[in-house]
């Protein structure tokens, strides 16, 4: 407990000083973690991806709660105000999102929601797509489930090593922000599949762990639905049975070590054959040569090779699961 700290919401606050390799897998579980969020009996009931075009908390009828929420993060911003662009933001299902990850209490999810805002706030070019970060990977979206569930995909082999923090944690944010968006048939998170293939002692620069740890923590809560781990080395399995029991049980059960072919087949299941299909032809092609090819290389569009959700309206309304993809 005293490694863990007194929580686990408090499970990376002494991987500074954990050795390399422990804290890049504390980067990668804590990570899972916060973006795994948890559920609570406070507001649950049908959710469905926040859409960036509904009315904001302020211009609609709203449970008290959620009204209480947005006010308790208000006054924890400068001059108790939010900008326009942040109130767009809060629609009744992201604050819900937040009233839910501290059970109920509106003051504990004011809070918390306020850390969302100011944290968009400053990352609000690459979030709002005027400017394109500098990308580190081939980190992306390469599928959407039948279920509308987007699908990100990240190959160490194309990961740079860590010397630019700041560039790592732009690209994920820009991923993250692309895949809320292309949510498509009420689906309320995304899948992430990381593909070990590649990884080696140049990954283990510890330096982005706690923003990237930030950038998932709050502005990204509760999206994960499952974190899909390929190839995974030997040792980042033992630190997974270290670092697991300071995980809770609902986020254990999104943490998936496979090999290439049992995440195709995990894939078909769990997003449908295309899904799976997308995902073989993309492992296939990560372990053609071996030099380190970030970002658009080799036909790659980034942040998504997906239209947005807002392009497949009329293709939700057949009720094929196949329109997803």
């Known amino acids: 407990q005293a490694f863990f700290g007194s ?5 990376v606050a002494t991987v500074p000083s954990a050795p390399p390799v422990l804290a890049v897998a504390m980067s ?42 947005i006010r308790a993060a208000a006054a924890h911003l400068p001059g108790g105000k939010m900008t326009e662009w942040q109130r767009e933001w809060c629609t009744p299902e992201t604050v819900a999102r937040y009233l ?32 394109t970060p500098e990308w580190q990977s081939d980190f992306r979206i390469i ?36 895949a809320v968006r292309s949510m498509a048939g009420g689906a309320s998170q995304f899948d992430v599949v990381v593909d070990t293939h590649g990884f080696n002692s140049t990954h283990l620069d510890a330096r982005a762990l706690l923003p990237v740890v930030r950038m998932v923590q709050q502005p990204f809560r509760d999206r994960l639905r499952t974190a899909l781990i390929i190839d995974a080395p030997l040792a980042l399995r033992a630190i997974h049975r270290l670092v697991e029991p300071a995980l809770t049980e ?47 290389a080799q036909g790659r569009r980034l942040p998504s090779e997906l239209p947005p959700a807002g392009d497949l309206v009329q293709q939700d309304r057949l009720g094929t699961p196949e329109a997803h993809l």
């Not at 929580?7 to 499970?11: F, H």
């Not at 195709?264 to 295309?274: N, Y």
Request: proline share 4%.
């Open 143 to 178: 599928a959407r489930s039948y279920g509308g569930e987007p699908i990100l995909y990240l190959c160490y082999r194309h990961h740079l090593p860590t010397s630019n923090v700041q560039a790592i944690v732009e690209h994920g944010a820009c991923v993250l922000e692309a």
């Open 7 to 11: 929580s686990r919401r408090g499970l």
């Open 100 to 131: 839910r990850g501290r059970q109920g209490d509106v003051a504990a999810a004011g809070a918390i929601l306020a850390q969302a805002l100011r944290w968009r706030l400053q990352h609000k070019d690459v979030l709002s797509g005027a400017r």
């Open 250 to 296: 609902a986020t254990r059960r999104k943490v998936i070590f496979a090999s290439r072919a049992e995440a195709v087949g995990h894939m078909e299941t769990l997003g449908g054959a295309r899904a799976a299909e997308t995902l073989r032809r993309v492992m296939a092609g990560n372990r053609v040569g071996w030099e380190c090819l970030p970002g658009v």
């Open 28 to 69: 990668l579980w804590s990570s899972v973690a916060c973006c795994a969020g948890g559920r609570s009996s406070a507001l649950q009931g049908d959710e469905v991806a926040d859409d960036p075009r509904s009315p904001p908390l302020d211009r609609q009828e709203l449970d008290p709660q959620l009204l209480s929420t």
